[in-house]
Each structure stands twice: as structure tokens, then as C-alpha cells.
């Protein structure tokens, strides 16, 4: 009992003795003004660019970073409240970059812009930080985008692939379900080894409360960092929240692994840096955003990228998202994101409408990677499937003038009815991206061609169970290799012909009357 | 266009530099006649502290603040102002001194706008700091 109280007196007074106090330089400056988030300081001789600045309030310290560096005075954005904040009170340069904690100890937490936890657990204590702005790895460091990450996404899975340090954009107008896209893909990394990083840019909280309830519902928290900027929260959070995401991410990417970001969304991002900015009195631009809101957007996605092997192997895939105002693609922040992205998800509200969920626009959305980022199962059904849904979105068009038509064309309408209502897809309920390659398979090799149109989902259920438990070569094969056989091939036509046989909803007359002419 | 009281604080500068003490009396009893007749006589605060960051950077002067806790006896001050113009680097400085009880002890010296901080209350807080940690 005493050693422990000896020990503990001991070690105070080492500690004391050895704090030494030596008497720094610093640089201070003044508040000239104050208000909106923004503060206008005079002094401040060497300050930086995004340096961090100490507000010494009479109620304790407010950090703030240096934006702008004029003649004379410095423009700040303050983090946090600045109700404290009054003109004359003390600044001091802090000599250091903002930096946020990184390492595992972020995965499973929902964290604020600053590393700071707002979901009522203890502070991250990793003692390691990485600064929210960084360059983006450099040519030599990087390769192409090769491997595929699996969205769990049938209709995006197939038509637009994404891959591994890819930045793949989706677009659409409100409530149409880009966020749903975006946390379908988190939930369907479970198991994969891909850590995840959503980051929420002036969301409602009640929506992030809902989020982090089905991810962790889904089991998903365990790999996913939620960052999160609310709608309440002060304009220059909004502004930092992506970067401290990124910075996040790439402690993985530093480690070699793989990781997953969402940006959700960066037209919120992009109207508080405008607001920041005009605050500071920036020139206004088009749409009074700054002149370098594309700066603020590429530099951020650049980030993304896949590492070589020499480098550790790393990959930083983002997915930003960007609400458009009533499908104008053609706005401002839209055409930025949608030039600097290797590819967009454009979703439609008709299309929603209709019931066609996830509403994915397969004209409109393209990813440059292409099918370098699909395994070789998916590229063998995918392709035709793609053609095959085209043909069909052209002839529905002409078809809608008249009903007679010949024998060919009906096949095809019926077949791409087919094939749209196979793309349809509940949320939450990512699909294995081996029993997407085997409905695809049934859907272009005209097994589905007697299954009736609204029996379809059903028929798909089914016959996906029956491959799940009855398949051995076939799921096996694709898991490991990535492609299937001949003899694989065979087991699933075998699976899906004795499912058909037990259904009794099949077309039969059509099918005799197509045999006979 | 209203001149700002940046631009009032340079010309008011330029047209005293280098005049005697009658002409300046003169000068000035002109600039306060166009002040009140712009209706700027409320920027007289803000001309002024321009004015005088500009008379001191023309002139190379460093304005030092050095605040202690209590006051402090002339050997110790005058090492205080040796350190001050130590790292004022050539220029000349204007020195001000200040008691303030609430740094506890020790000192602070503040020349342009840096800061040397070696009170008391500083070096209490950076233990907290450190013990914190």
C-alpha cells in the first residue's frame, strides 16, 4: 500500500522536476472583428496558409484556422462557437497544421470534423494525427484501378463496375436514393477487409442517427468511421469535413489496405465554402461560388487513388455524392464533380417513380474504368446484358406507337422487361456478386424468357436460395477464381431447370406457339 | 469615393515627415478642417492607429510592451529592456511598462507582434498541460 503511495508521490515529483518551461516566441494578434464563423485579426506577421490559430477568450481557448493572409490582417474561420469571441482578444499562431487523430481506434465511431466523438463514447486516444490537408500521392506512386469493388448493387455491379481507388460520382435529385446506394455498398463490404468512412456534410442528424442504426444493425459499424458535420453545425465544419475523412482514410491507405469513402454530400460542401468564402469577401464567381471551388472539390478526390505495390498496395475508393435542383446536371457544382470523377451514377426520379429502385439511369451513367474493374464471371453475362438492356430501352421508346409487331422485336421487349425488373433491388439488401453473375446468366440465356414479369422477384429469390444451398462447383469456382467453367456452367443450368420444374406460375402457351413458328 | 482612414493615415504621414513643428501645427489644423468637412471625424480612432503603424515602420521603431506582476526594481528592468532590444534587431524601440497582477509573477515582453511569455500563470497552465498528458 505504501510502496504504491511512495511510487505515486515519487513519480509527481519527477514529473514536476523534469517539466522544464522554456520561453517561446510566439506571434500574436489582435480581433478586429468577429461574426458569421469568421474572424478578422490584425498582427499575426507569420502566419501560414490553413495554419492553426489560438483564440484566448476569457472563457478558455477557441481554435481557428488562417484562410486568408492580407496586408495587414488575417481572415480566420473559427472552430467552434464563437459567441466567446470578442474584438481585442488575443491570437496566437500555433506553428502547426489542423490535425485530426487516426487509426483504428476511429473504426466504429461517429466522430465530428475535428476527431472530436459525438456518439458519447471516450476520446480517440491513438496519438497518432494526420493533417486534414495533404497532396495527393504522386504519379509514381499510383497504377491503374484493376480490382473490383463489389457494391452488392445488381444494376451497378454489372453496367457501371467499380473499382479499387476509383472515384465514382452519384448523382441525382433529393429522396431518390443516393445515400441508399451509398450505404448499401458500405454494408456490402462486411467480410472483405475494406474499411469504410462515411462522411455527413450538413445532414440532418435524425437521418445520421437512422444510418448508424442500420449499419450497425447490418454489422457494419465494425469496420466503418462515421464523420459528421450536422446541419446545425457552424460552416466551417461543413468545410473540413471531407478532408478529415480523407485523412482518415489514408491512414489505411498508408498501411496498405483497403478503404471506402462517401461523401455525402458535396453540393453542401461546395455552399459552405461559398459561404465562407463570401464571408471573407472573396470575388464571387458563377452562382457566387469562389473561383477556386473546383480546387476545393479536385484537390479533395484526387486523394482517392490505388497505390502500387512498391508503395504497400493501399487504395482510397470514393464515392461523392451530389444533389442536383430538379435533374439540372448542368449546374455548376455537378459539371465540376462529374469532370474530375472517373464516372458517375445518375439517378433518375421517373425512373423512380415507376418502381425501378435503385432508379439507375444506365444511359447517363458510365464509369470510365470499365470492365477492367469486373471479375471474369460478371464480364462473360454483363456485356450482353448491357447490350440487350439498351436495345430494349430503345425499342420500349418505339414500341409505345403501335402494337404490331414481329416476332424478333417481341422477344426482345419481353426479354428487357425481364431484365429491368431483374435490376430491381430492395434496400439493404446487398447481393454476393456470384448470384448476381448467375441471374444474369439465367436472364440473357432466356431462362427467364416463361417466367412471368411480376414473378420475377419471386422466381429470383428462389432460385437464388436454391443456388446458395445446392451449388458446389459453381459458387466455389467463382469465389476462387473469379470465373466459371463449363462445368460450373452446367450445374447451374441443372440448379435453375429442376427450380423451373417444381414453379407452376410459367407461361406455357406462348412457349409452344414460339416452338411452332 | 470616401478616402479610407488607411489613405487619410498615409497622406496625413507623408505631409508631416520632415516639416518643423509650426508647419506641422499648420498641416494638422488643416487636416482636422477636412475631416470635419468629409464627416469622417468619426474614423479619428482608426487614422490614428494606422498613422501611427506607419510612423513607426518608416522609422524603424518596434513598439515593446514589458508587463510584470508587480513593480519591478530598475536592475531587473533594465535586463529586461537589454533582452528586449536584443530581439528587436536593429530597430529602435518604444518601450511601455505594465503591472499586471494577474500574471501571478514573472514577466511578459511583447515586441511587435511577438510575444515572449515567461509569467508565472503561463508556466502553471503549460504544467497542467503536461501533467494532463
Same mark, same amino acid.
Given at each position: 500500500?505504501?510502496t504504491?503511495k ?9 514529473k ?7 520561453i ?13 464563423g ?10 501560414m496558409?490553413?495554419?492553426?490559430l ?7 481557448s477557441?481554435?481557428?484556422?488562417a ?5 495587414d ?7 467552434g462557437?464563437?459567441e466567446?469571441?470578442k ?7 500555433l506553428?502547426?497544421i489542423?490535425?485530426v ?9 461517429v466522430l465530428?470534423?475535428?476527431g472530436?466523438?459525438?456518439d458519447g463514447?471516450?476520446?480517440i486516444k491513438?496519438?497518432k494525427f494526420?493533417?486534414?490537408e ?6 509514381i506512386?499510383r497504377?491503374?484501378?484493376s480490382?473490383p469493388?463489389?457494391?452488392?448493387i445488381k444494376?451497378?455491379?454489372s ?9 465514382e ?5 433529393r429522396q ?15 467480410g ?10 450538413g ?10 442504426? +442500420?449499419l450497425?444493425?447490418? @454489422?457494419?459499424?465494425e469496420?466503418?468511421? %462515421? #464523420?459528421?458535420?450536422?446541419a446545425? =453545425? ?6 473540413i ?10 491512414y489505411f491507405l498508408?498501411?496498405g ?9 458535396l ?18 464567381g458563377?452562382e457566387?461560388?469562389p ?8 484537390r ?5 487513388c490505388?497505390?502500387n +505495390?512498391?508503395?504497400?498496395g @493501399?487504395?482510397?475508393t470514393?464515392l461523392? %455524392? #451530389?444533389?442536383?435542383q430538379?435533374? =439540372?446536371v448542368?449546374?455548376?457544382i455537378?459539371?465540376n ?5 472517373d464516372?458517375?451514377?445518375?439517378l433518375?426520379?421517373d ?5 425501378n429502385?435503385?432508379?439507375?439511369n444506365a444511359g447517363l451513367?458510365?464509369s470510365?474504368?470499365g ?8 464480364k462473360?453475362v ?7 438492356a439498351?436495345q ?14 414481329d ?9 428487357g422487361?425481364r431484365i429491368t425488373?431483374?435490376f430491381k433491388?430492395g434496400?439493404?439488401?446487398p447481393?454476393?456478386v456470384?448470384l448476381?453473375?448467375a441471374i444474369?446468366y439465367?436472364a ?10 411480376e414473378?420475377?422477384?419471386?422466381f ?15 459458387v466455389?469456382?467463382v469465389?476462387?477464381?473469379g470465373?466459371?467453367s ?10 435453375i431447370?429442376d427450380?423451373?420444374a ?5 407461361i ?5 406457339e414460339?416452338v411452332?413458328? | ?6 489613405q487619410?493615415a498615409?497622406?496625413?504621414?507623408e505631409s508631416?515627415?520632415?516639416?518643423s513643428?509650426e508647419?506641422?501645427?499648420k ?6 478642417k477636412v475631416?470635419?468637412?468629409n ?6 480612432e482608426?487614422i ?5 503603424n ?8 518596434l ?20 533582452f ?13 511598462v505594465?503591472v499586471?497582477?494577474q500574471?501571478?509573477g514573472?514577466?511578459?515582453v511583447?515586441?511587435?507582434d511577438?510575444?515572449f511569455?515567461?509569467?508565472?500563470k503561463?508556466?502553471?497552465a503549460?504544467l497542467?498541460q503536461?501533467?494532463?498528458?
Amino acid at each position: 500500500m505504501s510502496t504504491t503511495k511512495d511510487f505515486i508521490v515519487e513519480e509527481l515529483k519527477q514529473k514536476i522536476s523534469d517539466h522544464k518551461i522554456e520561453i517561446k516566441k510566439q506571434t500574436f494578434g489582435k480581433v478586429i472583428q468577429v461574426g458569421d464563423g469568421i474572424a478578422r485579426v490584425s498582427g499575426l506577421s507569420t502566419a501560414m496558409m490553413s495554419e492553426m490559430l489560438e483564440f484566448k477568450t476569457s472563457k478558455g481557448s477557441v481554435f481557428g484556422v488562417a484562410l486568408n493572409l492580407e496586408e495587414d490582417s488575417v481572415g480566420v474561420i473559427i472552430l467552434g462557437s464563437c459567441e466567446t469571441i470578442k474584438e481585442g482578444d488575443e491570437v496566437i499562431c500555433l506553428e502547426r497544421i489542423l490535425e485530426v487523430p487516426v487509426g483504428e481506434e476511429v473504426v466504429g465511431r461517429v466522430l465530428n470534423p475535428l476527431g472530436q466523438p459525438v456518439d458519447g463514447k471516450e476520446e480517440i486516444k491513438s496519438g497518432k494525427f494526420n493533417p486534414i490537408e495533404k497532396i495527393a500521392p504522386g504519379v509514381i506512386t499510383r497504377e491503374s484501378v484493376s480490382e473490383p469493388i463489389q457494391t452488392g448493387i445488381k444494376a451497378v455491379d454489372s453496367m457501371i463496375p467499380i473499382g479499387k481507388g476509383q472515384r465514382e460520382l452519384i448523382i441525382g435529385d433529393r429522396q431518390i436514393g443516393k445515400t441508399a446506394l451509398a450505404i448499401d455498398t458500405i454494408i456490402n463490404q462486411k467480410g472483405k477487409s475494406v474499411k469504410c468512412v462515411y462522411v455527413a456534410i450538413g445532414q440532418k442528424e435524425s437521418k445520421i442517427a437512422n444510418i448508424v442504426a +442500420k449499419l450497425q444493425e447490418a @454489422g457494419a459499424m465494425e469496420y466503418t468511421t %462515421i #464523420i459528421l458535420a450536422g446541419a446545425s =453545425d457552424p460552416a466551417s465544419m461543413t468545410y473540413i469535413a471531407p478532408y478529415t475523412g480523407t485523412a482518415m482514410a489514408e491512414y489505411f491507405l498508408e498501411k496498405g489496405e483497403d478503404s471506402l469513402i462517401v461523401y455525402d454530400d458535396l453540393s453542401k460542401h461546395a455552399v459552405a465554402y461559398r459561404e465562407i468564402s463570401l464571408l471573407l469577401r472573396r470575388p464571387p464567381g458563377r452562382e457566387a461560388y469562389p473561383g477556386d471551388v473546383f480546387y476545393l472539390h479536385s484537390r479533395l478526390l484526387e486523394r482517392s487513388c490505388k497505390l502500387n +505495390k512498391d508503395f504497400g498496395g @493501399g487504395s482510397i475508393t470514393a464515392l461523392p %455524392i #451530389i444533389e442536383t435542383q430538379a435533374g =439540372d446536371v448542368s449546374a455548376y457544382i455537378p459539371t465540376n464533380v462529374i469532370s474530375i470523377t472517373d464516372g458517375q451514377i445518375y439517378l433518375e426520379p421517373d425512373l423512380f417513380y415507376q418502381g425501378n429502385r435503385p432508379a439507375v439511369n444506365a444511359g447517363l451513367s458510365v464509369s470510365r474504368v470499365g470492365s477492367a474493374a469486373q471479375i471474369k464471371a460478371m464480364k462473360k453475362v454483363a456485356g450482353k446484358m448491357r447490350l440487350e438492356a439498351a436495345q430494349y430501352r430503345e425499342l420500349a421508346a418505339f414500341a409505345q406507337f403501335g402494337s404490331d409487331l414481329d416476332k424478333e422485336t417481341q422477344l426482345k421487349l419481353e426479354r428487357g422487361k425481364r431484365i429491368t425488373e431483374v435490376f430491381k433491388q430492395g434496400q439493404y439488401a446487398p447481393l454476393a456478386v456470384e448470384l448476381q453473375a448467375a441471374i444474369f446468366y439465367a436472364a440473357i440465356n432466356g431462362f427467364l424468357d416463361n417466367v412471368p414479369v411480376e414473378k420475377i422477384t419471386e422466381f429470383e429469390q428462389g432460385v437464388l436460395e436454391q443456388i446458395e444451398s445446392r451449388s458446389k462447383k459453381y459458387v466455389a469456382e467463382v469465389n476462387d477464381t473469379g470465373d466459371f467453367s463449363e462445368e460450373g456452367e452446367g450445374e447451374l443450368k441443372t440448379i435453375i431447370n429442376d427450380y423451373k420444374a417444381t414453379l407452376d406460375y410459367l407461361i406455357k402457351e406462348e412457349k409452344k406457339e414460339s416452338v411452332s413458328a | 469615393m470616401k478616402a479610407t482612414p488607411k489613405q487619410y493615415a498615409q497622406t496625413l504621414f507623408e505631409s508631416v515627415r520632415n516639416v518643423s513643428k509650426e508647419e506641422a501645427s499648420k498641416i494638422l489644423d488643416n487636416f482636422s478642417k477636412v475631416l470635419v468637412e468629409n464627416n469622417q471625424v468619426s474614423q479619428l480612432e482608426k487614422i490614428l492607429s494606422y498613422f501611427s503603424n506607419i510612423w513607426n515602420k518608416e522609422n524603424n521603431i518596434l513598439e515593446a510592451e514589458i508587463i510584470t506582476a508587480r513593480e519591478l526594481n530598475a536592475d531587473d528592468l533594465i535586463s529586461i529592456k537589454k533582452f528586449a532590444i536584443e530581439r528587436a534587431g536593429g530597430k529602435e524601440i518604444d518601450i511601455k511598462v505594465i503591472v499586471d497582477k494577474q500574471l501571478k509573477g514573472g514577466f511578459v515582453v511583447r515586441l511587435g507582434d511577438e510575444i515572449f511569455d515567461s509569467s508565472l500563470k503561463n508556466r502553471i497552465a503549460s504544467l497542467k498541460q503536461a501533467l494532463n498528458n
